[in-house]
């Protein structure tokens, strides 16, 4: 009998596929939604109303939306959502790896529409943490549950917040990391807020407030610790044939990573080297740049610790020298290094998943559209790369997008 290949074709499945060129992606419209105190609207409603709002933004027509990316909300994410908000997508994204799930629907709805699986990629989120908490319709979370692994750590309190203060711990043992150049991170964030209206904190910030402010797990204070917002945000991607319809220039995406990592922290190889440390290096390999070339960053800031590390990871300076580097004010609109721009979610907003607004500031950033928020480059440009590091669970996973203007 004949061998599988030794005969000639047998049906359509047979034949090779065409092969097509891959198109360019470009961020074609963004928008947040209310943020902040927003004690009325669902996180339906939160969602609906950033969809709206990016949409307009784009300038393009609903009708090109053939692909859609959602997590958090819903029994089945994102069917439930895309039904709320009238949306018949012929290509999803529901992953949820915390608070990098942003990051990496982003690189998974670049390479659809680069391959031609989809057109335009809505992506959408929205929570009422906040909100839900004052109302008592929830209470905080203090672990991701008992269940599979996690019951190995769950009874015996290791909550969210102690797995990355031991993770900030190791670092000072390791390489001398000082609580008040944690405490700097904070400082410069809440300095960046302070042009930002949507921020809620505004207030200047001092390192002795940072470090005399209620202990949450040691060595990390309050101010240490993200605040707890309301809010909602919204990014569409879309193909390059789309571009010339939009609205504003293109921001395109220029390459992207994702990694992970670990549930339990008995499986985590080293405290003080984050996922991102893969998923960086993977996105500049894929976009031909080095952390040399990046105007801005938008770094996920759970905690200032998170801040410092995965700048370390990132390659933005060398392993343990990021205590040295955060001290120096680089972070801050007018340093070295912006980080944060908005103020992050140290001050600025965290309700919940937080990467998606990574994205969004990242491309106000490139565009021009910041405000008196706005990173002035050497001789008053505006920024030409940016970069969103989204960051999930305790250190378990990690997405990097590199974004681009020409």
């Known amino acids: 009998m004949p061998g599988p290949t030794s005969g000639p074709a047998c049906g359509p499945l047979s034949r090779a596929p065409e092969s097509r060129p891959r198109r360019r992606v470009a961020v074609v419209g963004v928008a947040l939604s209310d943020c902040g105190r927003v004690d009325g609207p669902t996180p339906y409603a939160l969602h609906a109303q950033a969809a709206r709002r990016a949409l307009a933004d784009s300038g393009l027509d609903r009708s090109v939306i053939d692909g859609f990316a959602s997590a958090g909300l819903g029994t089945l994410a994102p069917v439930e959502v895309a039904e709320y908000l009238g949306l018949r997508p012929a290509w999803v994204d529901s992953t949820s790896v915390g608070g990098s799930t942003w990051e990496v629907m982003a690189a998974h709805a670049a390479d659809a529409i680069a391959a031609g699986h989809a057109n335009a990629v ?3 989120y929205g929570s009422t943490a906040r909100a839900d908490i004052k109302a008592r319709r929830r209470t905080s979370n ?5 269940r599979g692994p996690l019951q190995f750590e769950a009874p015996y309190g290791h909550t969210l917040v102690s797995k990355y203060a031991m993770a900030a711990r190791r670092h000072m043992h390791e390489y001398g990391t000082t609580l008040e150049q944690l405490a700097s991170v904070a400082v410069q ?6 042009t930002n209206p949507d921020a809620m904190f505004r207030a200047p910030l001092t390192v002795d407030e940072v470090l005399a402010s209620e202990m949450i797990a040691d060595p ?9 917002s309301d809010g909602g945000c919204a990014v569409l991607l879309a193909a390059e044939d789309y571009v010339p319809d939009a609205a504003k220039a293109p921001v ?3 390459g992207s990573g994702t990694s992970v990592s670990h549930t339990t922290m008995s499986e985590w190889e080293d ?3 984050s996922p991102a440390a893969v998923s960086g290096r993977l996105a500049f390999e894929r976009a ?7 105007d801005v960053a938008e770094i996920y800031d759970a905690f200032t610790y998170m801040t410092l590390v995965t700048l370390e990871d990132l390659g933005f300076c060398a392993k343990g020298e990021g205590g040295a580097y955060v001290e120096k004010g680089r972070l801050l609109r007018e340093g070295e290094l912006p980080v944060n721009t908005d103020g992050g979610g140290l001050s600025a907003c965290h309700p919940g998943m937080r990467g998606l607004f990574l994205l969004v500031e ?3 950033q490139l565009r021009g559209e910041a405000g008196p928020g706005q990173v002035l480059k050497p001789g008053g440009h505006h920024p030409r790369v940016a970069l969103a590091s989204g960051t999930g669970g305790w250190f378990c996973s990690s997405g990097t997008v590199l974004l681009g203007r020409e």
């Open 122 to 124: 809505l992506l959408v």
């Open 142 to 146: 203090l672990s991701f549950g008992a």
């Open 189 to 194: 964030a809440r300095a960046n807020a302070a």
């Open 220 to 228: 990390f204070t309050k101010l240490h610790c993200c605040i707890r």
């Open 252 to 254: 395109w995406v220029l």
């Open 271 to 273: 405290f003080t080297v």
């Open 288 to 294: 031909g740049l080095t952390p040399a070339d990046v």
């Open 362 to 364: 990242a491309v106000r």
